[in-house]
């Protein structure tokens, strides 16, 4: 069965995205304050990371590049999720090296189908 880090210090998105996980079969552990994120990564070892990118005291840019830049966790791929659309805002999460790019709302169709891309053998190329 394959684990997703829910990395979402709101309330009705982090029970959102886990409960639609859940139902769809995946281990999920749910991550309310950023900076318990690392640490909860390296314990679950988890096979896909979703980030939001607001977060209160920490970045979700700053986790994905820590994310990134540990050598456990380097190739797990990273769904990240933001209030804010802007272009430059997806050339960031992407320069960071996430994978995935979803704008809120989020819309579980979608939502579901990256996931399940991310997850996929092969390229980890995924336009959102
Ligand atoms: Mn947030």
């Known amino acids: 069965m394959k684990r997703i880090l829910v990395v979402e ?3 009705l998105n982090r029970k959102l995205f886990c409960d639609v996980l859940s139902a769809n079969g995946f281990t999920v552990d ?16 988890p096979n896909l990371v ?20 540990d050598p456990v966790l380097r ?17 960031r999460i992407r320069d960071v090296g996430a994978q995935g790019y979803l704008a809120k709302p989020v819309s579980i169709g979608p939502f579901m189908s990256t996931v399940k891309s991310l997850l996929a053998p092969g ?3 995924v336009a959102a």
């Open 9 to 11: 210090d709101n309330d």
């Open 30 to 45: 749910p991550v309310a304050d950023g900076q318990n994120a690392l640490q909860r990564a390296r314990d679950f070892v």
């Open 50 to 69: 979703i980030m939001d990118i607001q977060l209160p005291n920490i970045s979700g840019l700053d986790l994905i590049a820590r994310l990134k830049s």
């Open 75 to 91: 190739d797990t791929p990273v769904l990240a999720v933001t209030a804010y659309a802007g272009k430059g805002d997806e050339e």
């Open 123 to 125: 390229p980890q190329n």
